[in-house]
């Protein structure tokens, strides 16, 4: 846990903030801006993780969100390496990241921060902007089922 804390207090005197660096509990919170809070946690293995929530889904409508969702994870080096998730037992959109804090160098840790970051703003921005469709009764399987067909999100 010495190398995650490094990088951490690493990256506050990088960003200009003395005091950053893992609590009692292994975790430690950034917020940019307003609505972006990044949560790191430290691993057993000498990683950083970062997770950070995006925005909720709804309970029917977002399937054809959620496939987008997950083509977003086929090439996460475009999103500084983040990877999107849903949060187990909820419908809450998480931002997941890992460094390995031993082989992490600040400059490397800023910038992929920095991209992840951006991220979290546009996916915000894009599930605010994304009009879910919920089921309605004619929507419905025809065998009376209460499972709405795949289909829902539709871009903007």
């Known amino acids: 846990m010495e190398a995650v804390n490094n990088l951490l207090k690493e990256l506050g005197r990088h960003i200009g903030l003395d005091q950053l660096e893992l609590d009692e ?32 889904l709804p309970e029917s409508g977002a399937e054809s969100f959620v496939k987008e969702l997950l083509a977003e994870n086929f090439l996460p080096s475009n999103h500084g390496g983040a990877r999107f998730a849903i949060e187990p037992n909820s419908n809450r959109v998480v931002m997941v990241r890992r460094w390995d804090a031993q082989t992490t160098d600040v400059n490397q840790f800023s910038t992929h921060l920095e991209a992840c970051v951006n991220t979290i703003d546009a996916m915000q921005k894009t599930m605010a902007d994304t009009q879910f469709n919920a089921p309605t009764g004619a929507e419905k399987k025809s065998d009376g089922g209460d499972h709405a067909p795949p289909g829902g999100a539709v871009f903007a």
């Open 25 to 56: 509990e292994g975790q430690c919170t950034l917020a940019f801006d307003e609505d972006i809070v990044v949560t790191f946690v430290a691993d057993p293995d000498g990683g950083l993780n970062a997770v950070s929530f995006v925005g909720e």
